[in-house]
């Protein structure tokens, strides 16, 4: 199923943690609703760096979010948010800065650990930019881009 030009509901709800762990990763109507709108936010980044965006991941169930170790909170069980990279482009910092720079809406755009971007499209809009270390397993967050 399309939820836009580049992104299918299948590209945005696969999971390897889920198919190891034969874990259900089916959205329901609510949070296909908020893929789309996900994938349209996606659609704009991807005219931005003019290079598609490679999803590592997107909708998680609340078992495949815990056993990934995600935040309890994640917008990702909503259908809000995509962790990506676009090494055609440039580092995850690099894709991150562009967006925080754009015009694109989000509620976050975190450069993670340096390895990958997390774009999340919740209502809230915040547009806050932050930065995740990890260490010990735990993430920690600082306002910014670094």
Not at 79 to 106: H, M, N, R, W
Not at 118 to 134: G, I, K, N, Y
């Amino acid at each position: 199923m399309n939820l836009s030009n580049s992104f299918t509901l299948e590209a945005l709800t696969f999971s390897e943690t889920a198919v190891r762990r034969d874990l259900d990763n089916t959205p329901n109507d609510e949070q296909i609703a908020n893929l789309t709108e996900l994938a349209q936010a996606l659609e704009r980044v991807v005219l931005l760096l003019n290079f598609p965006v490679h999803i590592s991941s997107a909708y998680r169930s609340p078992k495949v979010n815990a056993a990934v170790g995600g935040s309890p909170t994640s917008a990702h069980m909503e259908g809000y948010a995509a962790d990506f990279t676009c090494s055609e482009f440039g580092s995850p910092l690099e894709v991150c800065k562009a967006i925080a720079q754009s015009d694109i809406g989000f509620d976050q755009c975190i450069v993670e650990g340096g390895s990958w971007c997390h774009l999340s499209v919740d209502p809230r809009m915040r547009r806050e930019t932050l930065t995740a270390r990890f260490a010990g397993g735990k993430a920690t967050y600082a306002p910014g881009l670094a």
